[in-house]
């Protein structure tokens, strides 16, 4: 479900249906509670529902703030994979010119390969949540065998050598790492506890009674308003490779790598 509301609506969208979705229900939740039970607007029982309601926002309040915190740390970390990736793609396209010009070819075709198949095929599998290896398998294991059958010829090619076979192998863990990112979500129980404590939290809001509607109106307001954003933080930031502010394949097309991407 989350996937598909980042990949078929804007963030903005988004933010107008949770945030003002939440405000909206909790009004009406509200007006109708007042309407339906007038004594309420009387606050004979706010010393109770003031405790309850101290009590259980701030279990909820810590509970939301470990899980945005954990997802912002995973986005980051994400995008440190993707950045380590497109980066020792880059040193082996450098180093690839130390080599003699055939193993050269070859290992740039091998590179501009795998770059391509990275943006073009992988990243919109990431995107729907379904990423593979096929597509960029193939171009990994020539870029291996192109190294495992050359031998250097002096010190000079066995030193980019090391480090061309360094960085492939770097090349692969974060190829795996990145993969096993866009197929994370949060836990169903987290899920459980940042949703469902939203559905308990905004009608107890509705129970602390105030003379004047419109003073309660916009308590209640404020209160459903910081959750839906923090709910529209959760929902965004748990899929760092979809929807508007998802991490960018641009550092494939950038730099050293740039000259696979030229006609």
Same mark, same amino acid.
């Given at each position: 479900?989350?996937?598909?509301?980042?990949?078929?609506?804007?963030?903005?969208?988004?933010?107008?249906?949770?945030?003002?979705? #939440?405000?909206?229900?909790?009004?009406?939740?509200?007006?109708?509670?007042?309407?339906?039970?007038?004594?309420?607007?009387?606050?004979?029982?706010?010393?109770?529902?003031?405790?309850?309601?101290?009590?259980?926002?701030?279990?909820?309040?810590?509970?939301?703030? =470990?899980?945005?915190? #954990?997802?912002? @740390?995973?986005?980051?970390?994400?995008?440190?994979?993707?950045?380590?990736?497109?980066?020792?793609?880059? $040193?082996?396209?450098?180093?690839?010119?130390?080599?003699? #010009?055939?193993?050269?070819?070859?290992?740039?075709?091998?590179?501009?390969?795998?770059?391509?198949?990275?943006?073009?095929?992988?990243?919109?599998?990431?995107?729907?949540?379904?990423?593979?290896?096929?597509?960029?398998? @193939?171009?990994?294991?020539?870029? =291996?065998?192109?190294?495992?059958?050359?031998?250097?010829?002096?010190?000079?090619?066995?030193?980019?050598?090391?480090?061309?076979? +360094?960085?492939?192998?770097?090349?692969?863990? %974060?190829?795996?790492?990145?993969?096993?990112?866009?197929?994370?979500?949060?836990?169903?129980?987290? %899920?459980?506890?940042?949703?469902?404590?939203?559905?308990?939290?905004?009608? &107890?809001? =509705?129970?602390? +009674?105030?003379?004047? &509607?419109?003073?309660?109106?916009?308590?209640?307001?404020?209160?459903?308003?910081?959750?839906?954003?923090? $709910?529209?933080?959760?929902?965004?930031?748990?899929?760092?490779?979809? +929807?508007? &502010?998802?991490?960018?394949?641009?550092?494939?097309?950038?730099?050293? &790598?740039? %000259?696979?991407? #030229?006609?």
């Amino acid at each position: 479900m989350s996937l598909w509301l980042l990949n078929h609506f804007s963030t903005l969208t988004i933010a107008v249906l949770a945030v003002g979705g #939440t405000v909206l229900l909790a009004v009406t939740g509200s007006v109708l509670m007042r309407r339906r039970y007038p004594s309420l607007a009387r606050g004979e029982h706010n010393d109770m529902v003031e405790a309850t309601l101290g009590m259980f926002g701030a279990i909820y309040g810590i509970i939301l703030a =470990f899980v945005i915190v #954990t997802l912002w @740390t995973q986005l980051d970390s994400a995008q440190t994979i993707v950045s380590a990736e497109a980066t020792d793609a880059a $040193l082996i396209a450098r180093d690839a010119r130390a080599f003699p #010009t055939p193993v050269r070819a070859d290992l740039d075709h091998a590179m501009s390969g795998y770059v391509h198949a990275v943006v073009e095929d992988q990243w919109p599998r990431m995107r729907s949540g379904q990423p593979s290896y096929g597509a960029t398998e @193939t171009h990994l294991r020539s870029a =291996f065998a192109v190294l495992q059958a050359y031998d250097p010829k002096n010190s000079r090619e066995e030193v980019f050598y090391e480090q061309a076979v +360094g960085n492939l192998n770097d090349i692969a863990a %974060q190829r795996r790492a990145r993969i096993t990112m866009a197929e994370q979500e949060l836990p169903p129980l987290l %899920q459980v506890l940042a949703f469902g404590g939203a559905a308990v939290l905004i009608p &107890l809001t =509705f129970l602390y +009674g105030m003379r004047r &509607l419109r003073v309660q109106i916009l308590f209640v307001a404020s209160v459903a308003g910081l959750v839906g954003f923090s $709910l529209l933080l959760v929902l965004v930031l748990d899929r760092p490779f979809a +929807g508007d &502010l998802s991490i960018s394949p641009a550092p494939y097309r950038e730099g050293a &790598l740039a %000259q696979y991407w #030229t006609p």
